[in-house]
């Protein structure tokens, strides 16, 4: 089998074994641990394309592992928990995860996911490509251009980059301090309302329909993701 190697670390043997099926079955290679400590041997030994991480381990709490991970692997985490609260997720997100799922979660959901930030992996980002079409849009980063059915939309300067920063990270849950800490600076980290204000125009000016948005999801009370 050559199909992406994916670590699972989760202490409950009956969600391991779930999820393992459930890779499996999408052509996934998978390696388990139900700890942390064994999770951290296996991804060194073995450096996994994705991690697919319990917060609750026995010996520790995964955004432990995600810290230590993280600091020498860009691999994507994928964390799924039954710990539901808002400061939860933008904990261990905000320590390097790219994504949380909540238990119960279906098999649908989570190869989605998975499906997602492989392909991000994959790409190493969009902020690498030059050009980017997604709907009736092209951003073309080497002219700092966005195109919607042909006619260039005007962003301003703070628009354009928050769009970058967003499209860099496509499929990736962003916390509002990190997009606010990339676009605006550390001394914004808490002004929530200006990122507010500015996905809205984005949605305005580069969605079907702002009130449904396809690309720019929010994330309620954590952040936003950016999906093609």
């Given at each position: 089998?050559?199909?992406?190697?994916?670590l699972?670390?989760?202490?409950?043997?009956?969600?391991?074994?779930?999820?393992?099926?459930?890779l499996?079955?999408?052509?996934?290679?998978?390696?388990?641990?139900?700890?942390?400590?064994?999770?951290?041997?296996?991804?060194?030994?073995?450096?996994?394309?994705?991690?697919?991480?319990?917060?609750?381990?026995?010996?520790?709490?995964?955004?432990?592992?995600?810290?230590?991970?993280?600091?020498?692997?860009?691999?994507?985490?994928?964390?799924?928990?039954?710990?539901?609260?808002?400061?939860?997720?933008?904990?261990?997100?905000?320590?390097?995860?790219?994504?949380?799922?909540?238990k119960?979660?279906?098999?649908?959901?989570?190869?989605?996911?998975?499906?997602?930030?492989l392909?991000?992996?994959?790409?190493?980002?969009?902020s690498?490509?030059?050009?980017?079409?997604?709907?009736?849009?092209?951003?073309?980063?080497?002219?700092?251009?966005?195109?919607?059915?042909?006619?260039?939309?005007?962003?301003?300067?703070?628009?354009?980059?928050?769009?970058?920063?967003?499209?860099?990270?496509?499929?990736?849950?962003?916390?509002?301090?990190?997009?606010?800490?990339?676009?605006?600076?550390?001394?914004?980290?808490?002004?929530?309302?200006?990122?507010?204000i500015?996905?809205?125009?984005?949605?305005?000016?580069?969605?079907?329909?702002?009130?449904?948005?396809?690309?720019?999801?929010?994330?309620?009370?954590?952040?936003?993701?950016?999906?093609?």
């Amino acid at each position: 089998m050559s199909g992406p190697l994916i670590l699972v670390v989760e202490d409950e043997s009956p969600i391991r074994r779930f999820v393992r099926e459930a890779l499996v079955s999408e052509g996934c290679r998978v390696l388990e641990a139900g700890s942390r400590d064994a999770g951290l041997l296996a991804a060194g030994e073995h450096r996994p394309e994705l991690v697919v991480l319990d917060l609750g381990l026995p010996d520790g709490d995964g955004v432990e592992f995600v810290e230590s991970f993280r600091a020498w692997s860009r691999a994507p985490v994928l964390v799924l928990s039954a710990r539901s609260t808002e400061q939860d997720k933008i904990g261990v997100l905000d320590v390097g995860a790219d994504d949380y799922l909540t238990k119960p979660f279906s098999v649908g959901e989570l190869l989605a996911r998975v499906r997602a930030l492989l392909r991000r992996a994959t790409t190493g980002g969009e902020s690498g490509a030059a050009r980017l079409e997604f709907g009736d849009l092209i951003v073309d980063f080497s002219r700092r251009q966005v195109l919607r059915q042909g006619a260039p939309v005007r962003l301003t300067p703070i628009e354009y980059r928050l769009l970058t920063v967003m499209v860099a990270s496509a499929g990736k849950v962003l916390t509002h301090r990190q997009l606010l800490r990339e676009v605006w600076g550390p001394a914004y980290s808490e002004s929530s309302h200006y990122l507010r204000i500015y996905v809205g125009h984005l949605r305005h000016k580069l969605e079907d329909d702002p009130t449904r948005p396809r690309h720019f999801l929010t994330e309620t009370g954590v952040g936003y993701r950016f999906q093609l």
